[in-house]
């Protein structure tokens, strides 16, 4: 079967930020859809580029599968908090929301651990091989550019070429939304705790993993596996 692709418009940190608001003063789904519509309207004309929009919100936050509640309810408690990075709390939920953009930050990732920048037709040819080769993906892949350079994760150095923006993640609460996200990827059994530092889905967030705190949390698994302490996939 397929991969859906879904993202096929670029989002805007602050209708993340208002989807989230909605959902914290109560709102139920079609509250949430009404007031989205009316707040969205004011910047996007086209009705139907509005619905696709407000469905990849809606799919981020509200219409989430019954397999990420821990996830949602953790990220929603976070915001919460003045210290969270709330940015890398949206960049949890759309990992799991849209495999697209999880892939394609994979692949940034794993790059840009080597060199600094990426090329937009790089990403287009890993991405095809990946995926198979079609409009809809190519068309989503620049919405999900787009969307990282409105969120401020890459610039552009140069027509075509990008270069990520790094942002320091303090907040404990944060950072377990990261790691919660990270393992509900399945990309692997387990990860070593060195290892979670640098997962490549997570390219632009610089953060320390503890093994205390991972410890004393009821949301990790940790077991031995070849003398090393290592984070298990439920």
């Not at 320390?208 to 698994?221: A, R």
Request: one cysteine or more; hydrophobic letters at 45%; charged letters at 25%.
């Amino acid at each position: 079967m397929a991969k859906m692709i879904g993202m096929s418009r670029s989002i805007k940190l602050e209708w993340l930020n208002k989807t989230v608001e909605l959902i914290l003063e109560g709102k139920n789904e079609k509250q949430i859809k009404d007031e989205l519509n009316e707040y969205l309207s004011f910047e996007i004309k086209d009705p139907t580029n509005l619905i696709k929009t407000r469905g990849i919100l809606m799919n981020i936050w509200v219409k989430t599968p019954d397999e990420v509640t821990v996830l949602k309810k953790l990220a929603i408690e976070a915001y919460k908090d003045e210290k969270a990075n709330k940015l890398a709390l949206h960049w949890s939920m759309m990992l799991v929301a849209y495999p697209v953009f999880s892939d394609i930050c994979a692949l940034i990732g794993k790059l840009t651990n080597i060199q600094d920048t990426f090329t937009a037709s790089w990403l287009k040819e890993k991405l095809f091989e990946m995926w198979g080769e079609g409009t809809t993906l190519l068309y989503s892949s620049q919405k999900i550019l787009q969307t990282l350079k409105q969120i401020g994760v890459i610039e552009n150095e140069k027509i075509g070429v990008y270069r990520i923006k790094k942002y320091q993640v303090t907040d404990v609460k944060t950072i377990q939304v990261l790691l919660l996200a990270i393992l509900y990827l399945r990309e692997r059994a387990y990860y070593e705790i060195v290892e979670l530092s640098s997962v490549p889905q997570v390219f632009p967030f610089e953060y320390n993993v503890s093994y205390e705190w991972l410890h004393d949390s009821n949301l990790f698994n940790l077991s031995n596996f070849g003398g090393k302490i290592v984070l298990t996939v439920d």
